[in-house]
């Protein structure tokens, strides 16, 4: 049997959300988990999977830390131990106080397994139009490296399992990483050139 080519598979589509689109949307969550959800996916660059199976045991206030691993070590996307921020901090103290169960998304007394409805009806009211969930992730990444992180950094934020996966995504996001190359390329100024 001859070897079958396979097209190749085409970069991604992400579309960071802007500043004034985050704002709108952390507003337009209403219902308190649909929050909580919300504002952990921005400040933790998580998936969604991994915060809806987020624990309290894995919220260390103390040291500020949220560990987004599963205690049995098996997931097939990698999940980070980040830091805590004062944004997530705040809104998990006082879910912490309110707590009914041992999982930190919760809605009244029982696990939340899916957001869909609620992150739904918070961009209704933010109108903000599509906006894909998995966007909330390349807008904590782009907003990373815009602000100077080294794409390393961010890597391991996101738990990305090595930077190439993290520069094939998002290098493109961070152009002044080769601003100094193409400051070289200025052919109208004499340059000492070294050969």
Not at 79 to 102: D, F, G, H, K, S
Not at 124 to 143: L, P
Request: a positive charge.
């Amino acid at each position: 049997m001859p070897p079958i080519e396979l097209p190749p598979k085409p970069d991604s589509d992400v579309r960071p959300l802007s500043d004034a689109q985050v704002r709108a949307l952390l507003d337009g969550c209403h219902a308190p988990h649909i929050r909580l959800a919300v504002v952990l996916l921005l400040a933790t660059g998580a998936r969604v999977s991994a915060v809806l199976d987020l624990t309290w045991d894995r919220i260390d206030f103390e040291r500020g830390g949220i560990d987004l691993r599963l205690p049995d070590g098996v997931t097939r996307k990698g999940r980070a131990v980040v830091p805590m921020n004062r944004m997530a901090r705040a809104a998990l103290e006082t879910a912490y106080r309110a707590r009914l169960t041992v999982y930190v998304i919760e809605w009244a007394g029982g696990r939340v397994k899916s957001i869909r409805k609620g992150y739904s009806a918070a961009l209704d009211r933010a109108k903000i139009g599509q906006a894909n969930i998995h966007q909330i992730r390349h807008s904590v990444a782009v907003r990373m490296l815009a602000a100077g992180q080294p794409i390393e950094k961010v890597s391991q934020y996101l738990g990305h399992s090595n930077t190439a996966i993290t520069y094939k995504t998002y290098a493109r996001f961070m152009p002044d990483h080769m601003a100094d190359a193409a400051e070289i390329l200025d052919f109208d100024e004499p340059r000492k050139v070294v050969l």
